[in-house]
């Protein structure tokens, strides 16, 4: 599904308009970005965990050339799913919300 899609999707379930469920949206992504930049954990209830993660300097080595390198660290933000959308991947029914 493609942003369009979704933002159409959204204004049919919540039966407002394109504009005002478009600003809705960029404006939840925003505060999702404002809090992972300043590396605090967004907990989304029934939907999951967003977490920004520091990962450490290491050392890799190209597989064709076997010349070694060093991979600075950087912040990943990283998606932990919640239960209802574990089980409704895993096929299991559960309690929708």
């Known amino acids: 599904m493609?942003?369009?899609?979704?933002?159409?999707?959204?204004q049919v379930r919540l039966g407002k308009d394109k504009k005002e469920i478009d600003?809705?949206?960029s404006?939840?992504?925003q505060i999702i970005k404002d809090r992972c930049s300043?590396?605090?954990t967004l907990s989304v209830q029934g939907f999951g965990i967003f977490e920004p993660r520091k990962k450490l300097e290491r050392v890799s080595v190209n597989p064709a050339t076997g010349k070694r390198m060093l991979i600075p660290p950087k912040i990943v933000?990283?998606?932990?799913?919640g239960t209802v959308i574990k089980n409704r991947l895993?096929?299991?029914p559960g309690n929708e919300q």
Do not use: S, T, V
């Open 23 to 25: 600003n809705l949206f």
């Open 90 to 92: 895993k096929g299991i």
């Open 38 to 40: 300043q590396m605090d």
């Open 27 to 29: 404006d939840m992504l």
């Open 77 to 81: 933000l990283c998606f932990k799913p």
């Open 2 to 10: 493609e942003h369009k899609q979704f933002i159409e999707e959204l």
